[in-house]
């Protein structure tokens, strides 16, 4: 069996069956960023979180601990973190971490941790920062707030 096939169009295709070019951009996003679990893509698919359990609200816990833990040491700006979590996955919003050198930073180092600990995914989302809408009668609510870049750690 031959790794790379010509089409009938003409085109190179992986034995995957895949446009062999999409197969080396992939493998080069691969090399480049040194992790397959923290390969980039444009647009991270955000991953199911499943129903709540103690055991997703522990873990929650470790994970938002952790994080606050490596944004003390690599930030030096206001910030703020929330998680929430399911049997699946563990979502973070990071807030006012508007540095996109830290970005890559932190998510390497919980992917360290989440390998030793053996959590489960984690989706990572920085936000430039938190936007609340004041509807005039003494609630609040959630307003629009910018993505900056999302993380996949699987």
């Known amino acids: 069996?031959?790794?790379v096939?010509?089409?009938?169009?003409?085109s190179h295709?992986?034995?995957?069956?895949?446009?062999?070019?999409?197969?080396?951009?992939?493998?080069?996003?691969?090399t480049l960023t040194g992790n397959p679990a923290l390969a980039e893509t444009a647009e991270v698919k955000k991953p199911q979180m499943g129903f709540k359990s103690a055991a997703s609200n522990?873990?929650?816990?470790?994970?938002?601990?952790?994080?606050?833990?490596?944004?003390d040491d690599l930030s030096?700006?206001?910030?703020?973190?929330?998680?929430?979590a399911g049997e699946n996955s563990i979502w973070l919003y990071i807030y006012?971490?508007?540095?996109?050198?830290?970005?890559?930073?932190?998510?390497?180092?919980?992917?360290?941790e989440k390998k030793k600990q053996g959590w489960r995914t984690i989706y990572i989302q920085f936000f430039e920062k938190e936007v609340?809408?004041?509807?005039?009668?003494?609630n609040s609510?959630?307003?629009?707030?910018?993505?900056?870049?999302?993380?996949?750690l699987e």
């Open 5 to 10: 096939q010509k089409s009938n169009r003409g």
């Open 141 to 152: 609510r959630r307003g629009e707030e910018r993505l900056l870049k999302a993380f996949l």
């Open 132 to 138: 609340w809408e004041d509807l005039g009668n003494g």
């Open 96 to 112: 006012g971490v508007n540095d996109s050198a830290i970005w890559p930073k932190v998510a390497e180092r919980l992917a360290e």
């Open 13 to 30: 295709q992986a034995a995957c069956g895949k446009p062999l070019h999409l197969v080396l951009i992939a493998a080069l996003s691969l």
């Open 76 to 84: 030096d700006t206001g910030f703020k973190v929330g998680a929430n």
């Open 1 to 3: 069996m031959k790794s």
């Open 58 to 71: 522990e873990e929650r816990r470790a994970v938002f601990g952790f994080t606050k833990l490596i944004l």
